[in-house]
């Protein structure tokens, strides 16, 4: 029966590096939801392209986000491929079904001067007492982001062998679990580095094997809490636009490209499997040009 197929692909994506938990918990929702909309428990091999295209046809007309409903395509698709190799279809039907093409929309990005403040006000990242370690962690994530372009995921996964302050590196594992090596600007191993002195102080462990960002070493702390540190970060400086740690992914390539990096250097350093994904932020220098001719030019 199809309701079996489907947990055990789920059981099966647990297992599956290249699957992030946040995957896994998005193709689980979504293949339930499909199940659902079927309303009957049908034998797997009639699976077919026309019930997933009636289920997608209800999602889009329930006024669903594009990126949901690529999302959808992608876990059938994922799916469909299961089913064929467990021999259960011949066939993937979800390859005749396109994926809905995403609105191009522009990126949040702070300019060279608005990137300038974080850095700048050192009471920003001062207590009373001193340094603290929410401080010190909010000031280190912060060079990590803008510094080398990592994710807030990649950032909070890091472990102290990951970082080369020799060859001033980072080895990541991104998105699929692809590595990428990335690297670090003297700021970011300045600050890294009075992390790990601010945590070594205070009898957490910095081996090799201990999370940077740790209460004790053995447990990361989660995205959740990395990104209440930009999130007020960013509030205090008084960015108004969207405050997450994505804005300062987002500010990394658009200021590499702004100053002369070209698109494959900074696909390679976001670590995109495509160049497509990357030139979103052509898009980005491209308005700025614009604006700045309307500003500049006599008859702009």
């Known amino acids: 029966m199809l309701s079996q197929e489907i947990d055990r692909y789920l ?3 647990e297992s599956q590096k290249k699957f992030s938990p946040h995957t896994v918990r998005a193709y689980t929702r979504i293949l ?17 392209a026309d019930l997933m295209r009636d289920w997608l ?37 979800a390859l005749a079904i396109k994926t809905p093409k995403k609105p191009q929309r522009l990126v949040s990005f ?30 280190t994530v912060l060079e990590l982001l803008y510094g080398a372009g990592l994710r807030i995921s990649e950032c909070a996964n890091l472990t102290w062998e990951h970082l080369n302050f020799t060859e001033e590196l980072v080895r990541v594992w991104g998105k699929g679990s692809k590595e990428r090596i990335v690297p670090l600007t003297k700021d970011s191993i300045k600050w890294l ?8 102080r205070n009898a957490i462990p910095c081996f090799p094997k201990n999370f940077v960002f740790s209460k004790d070493g053995t447990k990361p702390y989660n995205t959740k809490k990395l990104y209440s540190d930009i999130h007020n970060l960013l509030r205090s400086i008084g960015w108004e636009g969207k405050a997450s740690p994505h804005v300062l992914r987002h500010t990394f390539a658009t200021h590499l490209l702004e100053n ?41």
Not at 79 to 89: C, E, I, N, P, Q
Not at 273 to 282: G, K, L, M
């Open 32 to 48: 339930r939801d499909f199940k659902d909309f079927l309303q009957t428990d049908i034998l797997a091999e009639e699976l077919n």
């Open 11 to 13: 059981e099966s994506l």
């Open 110 to 139: 702070l300019s060279q001067k608005e990137i300038s403040e974080p850095f700048n006000a050192e009471d920003l990242f001062k207590t009373e007492f001193g340094e603290s370690e929410n401080t010190l962690r909010a000031r």
């Open 193 to 200: 580095n009075k992390y790990k002195d601010f945590q070594s």
């Open 57 to 93: 046809f209800s999602i889009r007309e329930s006024k669903k986000a594009v990126a949901t409903q690529s999302q959808a395509v992608a876990c059938l698709k994922s799916f469909g491929k299961y089913m064929v190799r467990s021999t259960v279809l011949k066939h993937n039907p």
């Open 260 to 300: 002369g990096a070209n698109i494959v250097t900074v696909q390679k350093l976001l670590g995109h499997s495509s160049p497509n994904t990357t030139q979103i932020y052509t898009h980005v220098s491209a308005e700025k040009l614009k604006e700045s001719l309307k500003q500049a030019h006599p008859r702009g």
